[in-house]
């Protein structure tokens, strides 16, 4: 929920006291600037006033990083809430324990964790040329970068090597970490690298990419939007290169 209008420049408000007892599913989450945060869940157009619902996607660009970190939190909080109601072992129900940020069964004491769920993504370059991708269920024109998940016993580092050779058939040298971004959707955390093409022609994978191809850093096609981690390898990309013909 976004306060706007009355404050523009925090985006967020105090949300009325009343309110949030009248919510059955209240979670805390943590704390900003002193204040306590807490995240709840209520049905679309039962808020009055200026407040307005907007899913996580749209708050990426409008509000600030560490306010886009809160909201990111409260909607990965939430969805644990929601799915782990019941325990894994025994089937008892089950309750949030705010200082293990878990659930805890009520029969058998078991306790869950929020599971976060790694995934890579490769800027793979070669010279003043760029590796890209285009996946089955992009918006037309988009282009991306190599990603995919972490698999059970893998790490990071071999990850990124399978996930490239897998979507487009080359293998690569010199990985080096960038970035990382919590991607809660819904309980991803994003973690970029950079490469560079050491072997192989482009063999995509059919079940999961659509296109692949080298493109010049002048002449990049469409782009994901500015606040992903893609977005961020592939300018940084450009900027080394600025200038290139």
């Not at 943590?30 to 209520?42: A, N, Q, R």
Request: glycine share 8%; charged share 25%; net charge negative.
């Amino acid at each position: 929920l976004i306060d706007a209008e009355s404050h523009p420049d925090n985006y967020f408000s105090y949300y009325p006291e009343g309110k949030i007892i009248d919510s059955t599913e209240v979670i805390y989450i943590g704390t900003l600037d002193d204040v306590p945060c807490y995240c709840f869940e209520l049905e679309e157009g039962s808020v009055e006033g200026d407040m307005q619902y907007f899913g996580l996607h749209d708050l990426y660009g409008v509000i600030d990083e560490e306010m886009l970190g809160i909201a990111s939190r409260a909607v990965q909080m939430a969805d644990f809430y929601r799915t782990h109601r019941y325990c894994g072992l025994c089937g008892g129900t089950t309750r949030y324990i705010p200082e293990e940020t878990g659930m805890q069964c009520n029969i058998c004491e078991h306790i869950v964790y929020p599971r976060i769920s790694p995934a890579v993504i490769i800027l793979i370059e070669r010279e003043d040329h760029l590796l890209m991708a285009r996946s089955k269920h992009f918006p037309d024109g988009i282009y991306g970068l190599v990603a995919g998940f972490v698999e059970a016993g893998e790490t990071i580092e071999h990850a990124a090597q399978r996930e490239i050779k897998e979507e487009v058939g080359v293998f690569v040298k010199d990985l080096n970490y960038f970035a990382s971004q919590p991607w809660p959707f819904p309980s991803s955390l994003m973690l970029g690298f950079t490469a560079n093409f050491a072997e192989g022609d482009i063999e995509i994978d059919v079940n999961e990419i659509e296109d692949a191809a080298w493109f010049h850093v002048n002449d990049i096609p469409k782009l994901p939007g500015k606040k992903s981690i893609s977005r961020a390898l592939i300018d940084h990309f450009i900027d080394k290169h600025a200038g290139h013909e």
